[in-house]
């Protein structure tokens, strides 16, 4: 424990640059994947091949597109944005799906009755179908925020310092300690993801607060179609 | 004392071991370019980022060009804990003159960090001179300590340099358990043959291919091992005492062989030639404060302290900017 | 590079001996099944117990938390546990297969569970109305009308075991992730390339295959009018996002919408 303690600043400081390496994809991700999955839902010719294709990006194991990243971007291979780009690719592989769930779960009606107030098609999609899509949204960044946490530890196997840095140099000099640490760091990183995620949630449903004292049993028929 | 701070820009815990802060408008700075990076994805071109570590403020003469001043180094390390330490001695000695230091530990093999160099995201190295020859130039045949220092110079790119060899000498070598040393009265790699359909090997992945590995010994020696498990660390010393190998390749500093009685195997042709611990160094960073300074530091390093402080980081547990701060505070150069 | 790839991955060499192609398939294959028969053991009778009486749906929460934990410490961990307490090549199998299997429980779980949660409370009562009791409701009505979500589970964990299974070679182990770690010790782009596309190859013919065996399992009957099941696992089998999004779909946000 004394180990723990002493090495506290370092902790902090890779766990810092964790929550970055997995943070700043998460959030680059869903600016990508919100108009990709709005595309797929309005084309639905395209559909398949937007939402198949994103999900294609994720059986590229991790390792291997943190390597090939250089030579992708032509970047320096120590550079943290190799870890980026390859993050947000794997944030947008599993958002794609989610943005078009979400979108999908706004029911008809309401839709219709934004356009009936006017609203055109990019207006009803910011102002109305966006905000009530939240919610599965926010399930589907939840899952991404974990997953990222955890693939971002595998950075260390190619020098890029954060939290992982405990999980390969604990293996190497056989210190479980070491190990431990990092499991527990990445652990409680994913739940403050998830948290911020459910709080970032709560403050943009304000509606969902507002019914939840007359319980919740008025959820829409055709929640699940897509 | 040093500290660990966050550099925006790459995300990345670094060690400002001189202990710069970070000012408000560099953090902004950094910031903002950390958010161009990432929202645009555009900054993407070969070597478009100028954040990126090892950029030095201080300019510096081209390639192969005498350097200048030099205010920062970026020293990296290999993905073992010998050149963690090593690269921790030179950082501090060289932040000890003034120089901001970082290190980036654990980059991997030479293969990779030897890239990063080149690159230029990393200035030094703490390196081997046989090893390093022999990946240089698969043909070397220089066996001598000296002979070998001379051929390493020789066969550099034009852009890096080593600075003065230490004593210190760490080599590869083929160890196995006491007892199938005796079960099979082995001494040399030679001895191996007799039993190789009854051998698995176990050593990193790079051993795989390089010269000083595999095909060095079925050249030398015409052993070819029934199978090769690649490990890293101290997961290999856990296969030869598992029983998952017969015979493992660790570095002859590594404590592990001392503590667990391993017996090494002579070497009679050599492949693993004379290694003494050496900087390389890009050689726009290699001025007159940290040729001199990191020879300094070569100069009181030998093979029976490098195992020392090796066993310090392996089996002590300890940090190894600890172990470094600690060393450089006793011989004086901290 | 493209060339490069293409070279190595025709190279004669790659397909023969014990390091070739076709083995390290095999190798691959194996953890990943050996991997998912334990994981759908555990996690399916499980899933299904808890849907069908509602208790125990912490059990489904903490499955989906322990996602959170990453899964190359977890490889390191348990590998250092048993490395000195067995003297065999298992000692590196079981830290992989543990990792896998661990990876694997989630998705097999929350599908079954969220299948069966989400059948027909008409169709439920109807079976009961019919005389049947609770084991007879669970195999002849909520399996058949779960079985959609069910094996989107599965499709979702085995895209992510066989994504996930390069993680083997970290603990020298074969696969393909052999290809990973060797050519990243030495800086082999092709061999590393190679390697991913192999991976990324296996897993979507792997899904293909298992789309076209949902397109067969699952009822007729079960029309895509069917509520919940048919947005998450789309018989037509073009969703390749791996399990978290989709069995995490049907769960309590998602039903709570509005």
Known sequence: ?226 | MSRTTIDLSTGTPTRAVSGRTVSRRAFTRTAALTAAVALGLAACGAGSNPTAPGTTAAGTGGAGGAAGAVTSVVVGAADFSESQVLAEIYAQALAAKGITATTRPNIGSREVYLKAVEDKSVDIVPEYTGSLLSYLSKGATAKGSDEVYAALKAALPATLTVLAKSTAEDKNSIVVTKETAAKWSLKSIADLVAHQGEIVVSAPPEFQSRQQGLPGLKEAYGFVPSDFRPLKGKAIVDALLGGQAQAANIFSTDPAITINGFVTLEDPKLIFGSDNVVPLVRKDKANDVVTKTLDAVSAKLDTATLTDLVKQVDVDKKDAKVVAKEWLGKIGLG | MITQIWAWLTAPEQWSGSRGIPTRLVEHLGYSALSLVLAAAVALPLGLWVGHTGRGRWLVTGANAARAVPSLGLLFAVAMFVGPRISSNLAFVIPSVVVLVLLAIPPLLSGAEAGVRAVDPAARDAAYGMGMRGPEVLRGVELPCALPLLLSGVRAATLQVIATATIAAAVSLGGLGRYLIDGLAVRDYPQMAGGAILVAALALTVDGLLALVTRYAVSPGLSGKHRGGRAVADPKGQVLAPGPVRSEMPSKSRLEVS
């Not at chain 1, 390496?21 to 937007?50: D, E, F, K, N, Q």
């Not at chain 1, 120590?78 to 993050?87: G, R």
């Open chain 1, 1 to 226: 424990m004394t180990w723990v303690w002493e090495h506290l600043g370092d902790i902090g400081g890779y766990a810092a640059s964790h929550a970055l390496l997995a943070g700043i994809p998460l959030v680059v991700g869903l600016a990508l994947a919100l108009p990709l999955g709005w595309l797929a839902r309005r084309l639905p010719r395209v559909a398949p091949l937007i939402v198949g294709g994103s999900g294609l990006l994720y059986t590229i194991p991790s390792l291997a597109l943190f390597i090939l990243m250089p030579l992708v971007l032509g970047s320096k291979i120590l550079d943290a944005i190799n870890v980026y780009v390859a993050m947000t690719i794997y944030t947008v592989a599993l958002l794609v799906r989610s943005v078009v769930d979400a979108l999908g779960s706004v029911p008809e009606s309401t839709a219709l009755a934004a356009t009936a107030m006017g609203y055109r098609r990019l207006g009803r999609a910011l102002a109305v179908e966006l905000p009530l899509a939240v919610p599965v949204l926010a399930s589907g960044l939840r899952v991404a925020a974990v997953s990222n946490v955890s693939i971002v530890s595998v950075a260390s196997l190619i020098g890029y310092p954060q939290l992982g840095y405990y999980l390969t140099d604990g293996y190497q000099r056989s210190f479980p300690l070491e190990i431990g640490v990092g499991i527990v760091g990445c652990v409680l990183l994913a739940l403050v993801f998830d948290l911020a995620i459910r709080g970032a949630e709560w403050a943009l449903t304000p509606w969902a607060r507002a019914g939840s004292s007359g319980g919740s049993g008025r959820a829409p028929k055709e929640v699940a179609a897509t």
